[in-house]
């Protein structure tokens, strides 16, 4: 039997006002992506960005051919992983918060999801910046569970790898930060398996967190939204 080709990679990475930093975020990606010997493309998914990013993403398409650009005017980090999957051309499927996710750490999670393409695989960070960090993590990943049915201590870390077969993945409807409840969600409700990969690292790789009081309540209340939500999804 003849084997066919070997699987694309395709990671997406939402960019938000990160122009004065993904150039070396994704000259280290380029270098271990290309250790992994499997073929690979960089979907940068720029949205709402009030800096040079797009113009910055594209000057890096020109450079690495393994980089194309999508971009949207709205804010989102729900909308920029869908539309950058929707432009995926992979067989296996990679998002990742870039800021926070270090080129080592994307590696290792990328070749347990080429050894395992029948699971979800997904990062849960061992450290945290600070005991506020991690008691509003602890609160919304124990409401998750409550809600949604959802066992794991960190619903949100990322990367997060998948094959193109785990299509309801491709369906998700959270724009903003519901995204990744509503990703573990889909794969309880669809019978995928989920295999959670320890990550370490806690370098900020640049820019500012986005994560403040405000968006941590919007994240508590949009838990309970989405569970009211999806009891009236069908199966």
Not at 4 to 18: D, F, R, T
Not at 30 to 38: D, K, T, W
Not at 63 to 76: C, F, K, L, M, Q
Not at 120 to 134: H, P, S, Y
Request: a positive charge; one cysteine or more.
């Amino acid at each position: 039997m003849t084997a066919g080709p070997p699987p694309l990679i395709s990671v997406v990475l939402p960019v938000h006002n990160q122009a004065a930093h993904i150039g070396a975020i994704i000259a280290s990606y380029h270098e271990v992506l290309a250790q992994l010997g499997q073929p690979y493309e960089i979907v940068l998914s720029v949205n709402g960005s009030s800096d040079d990013s797009v113009d910055v993403c594209e000057k890096l398409a020109q450079t690495y051919p393994e980089i194309r650009v999508v971009s949207d005017a709205r804010a989102g980090w729900g909308l920029a992983v869908k539309n950058g999957l929707l432009a995926a051309r992979g067989d296996l499927l990679c998002y990742t918060n870039c800021a926070r996710t270090s080129a080592t750490d994307l590696r290792q999670v990328l070749a347990r999801g080429l050894d395992r393409p029948n699971a979800v695989i997904k990062a849960t960070r061992r450290v945290r910046d600070n005991w506020k960090r991690r008691l509003g993590s602890t609160l919304y990943n124990a409401e998750c569970r409550l809600l949604l049915g959802v066992k794991t201590a960190d619903v949100n870390a990322t990367p997060k790898v998948f094959s193109r077969a785990h299509g309801a993945l491709l369906d998700l409807a959270s724009d903003g930060d519901m995204l990744d409840a509503e990703f573990l969600f889909t794969c309880r409700r669809n019978g995928y398996p989920v295999i959670e990969v320890p990550i370490f690292g806690n370098r900020r790789q640049g820019g500012s967190s986005t994560t403040g009081y405000k968006s941590a309540v919007r994240m508590y209340v949009g838990a309970y939204r989405l569970w009211r939500e999806i009891r009236g999804r069908p199966r």
